[in-house]
């Protein structure tokens, strides 16, 4: 595969308030707040921040909430935020809890009603990244909600293969059994932001294994408009210290299956339930029935609970994925002990 000859750069540009209401006279999303959660993240940091400079839609300001560095990531990020005007890139303290904590300590310390797109710090962004995300956005009032595919590439950003292609819906069914929004590529209007606001305490609270399955579930949810490109956004490095790593490999999907039985996908659907419940009022009232129901079903012998999944129409976007979850299911490894109670707020 060609690797993608990027654009020449455009520069980051000013980030002051005319900015934002002459795109809102025009219609378009307006300035994006880009969430890039650092850690130790030196070696690769400054590719991503090139990338973030050379975007061709100049409307976005960085903030960077960095997780206890101990290498030149911060000082890596300053000397980026010195080039351009004050208050465009921002450097704050993460919680040091993780990179999930992380992308939540984001959300909360993104502006209010302002769009925001998640950020990794090892990837290399397409220069329309965010022109294509704001494009998809645009004059959308409802909560929506951008992702895209990527092109997986080696530590050295040799590109190696695209992500694999879904063919099924996007929605709720989906969301609460799959993570397939990618984070790395996601963007959400002001109004979704809205929304991930309103719920990063209860997923704090609940101790989420993943902020995007998270957002994906959230947004889905409370019937967000679900944007996937078809088109890859960027380049997703893969290397020792990757937080995810590709998941199209037969040994990576192997890897995933293993987990729907070890029980490891059990604790993360019971946490994210948990962390839905609170957010239950949010929802649209056909998928606060299938969360209820699914929260029923974790809770019964596992035969019964893969019959009740089934007939609320759960799915992964593959055969092989979806057959798994309900053999997990019925094998009793997603039962928790007590399932989470959800209330409407």
């Known amino acids: ?14 980030y002051p308030r005319r900015a934002a209401a002459a795109a809102a006279r025009s219609g378009a999303i307006g300035p994006i707040a880009i969430l890039l959660a650092s850690f130790q993240g030196a070696r690769h940091i400054a590719a991503q921040l090139a990338s973030i400079e050379g975007q061709s839609y100049p409307h976005w300001r960085l903030i960077v909430s960095d997780d206890g560095s101990r290498d030149d990531t911060r000082a890596i990020i300053a000397a980026f935020a010195a080039r351009h005007p004050s208050g465009q890139v921002v450097l704050s303290a993460g919680p040091g809890q993780g990179a999930t904590r992380n992308f939540l300590h984001l959300i909360d310390l993104a502006p209010a009603g302002t769009a925001i797109a998640f950020c990794d710090q090892d990837d290399v962004w397409f220069p329309h990244k965010l022109a294509r995300a704001a494009e998809a956005l645009d004059r959308l009032a409802e909560p929506a909600h951008y992702a895209a595919r990527t092109v997986i590439a080696r530590d050295d950003l040799v590109p190696v293969t695209e992500s694999r292609r879904f063919e099924r ?17 996601s963007v ?9 606001k309103a719920g990063s305490a209860a997923a704090r609270s609940a101790a989420i294994e993943s902020h995007d399955w998270w957002a994906y579930q959230l947004s889905s949810g409370a019937g967000a408009r679900l944007i996937h490109d078809g088109r890859p956004a960027l380049l997703y490095r893969q290397h020792a210290r990757s937080e995810m790593g590709r998941n ?24 994210n339930l948990a962390a839905l419940a609170p957010m239950h009022g949010h929802l649209t009232p056909e998928n606060r029935e299938i969360l209820d129901g699914f ?16 007939a609320l129409g759960l799915y992964r976007h593959t055969a092989a994925g979806t057959a798994a979850l309900y053999a997990a299911a019925a094998a009793g490894r997603l039962r928790q002990p007590r399932s989470p109670r959800i209330r409407i707020r």
Not at 3 to 13: A, F, L, T, Y
């Open 169 to 185: 819906p996007f929605g709720f069914r989906n969301a609460l059994v799959q993570a397939c929004m990618a984070g790395n590529t």
């Open 295 to 310: 929260a029923a079903a974790l809770a019964l012998p596992g035969p019964l609970a893969a019959r009740r999944m089934r």
């Open 1 to 14: 595969m060609p690797h993608p000859s990027p654009d020449p750069p455009h520069g980051g540009g000013p």
């Open 248 to 271: 199209d490999t037969a040994a990576a999907m192997a890897r995933r299956f293993g987990k729907l039985f070890a029980g490891d996908y059990g604790l993360w659907v019971a946490a």
């Open 188 to 196: 959400f209007n002001a109004a979704a932001a809205r929304l991930l």
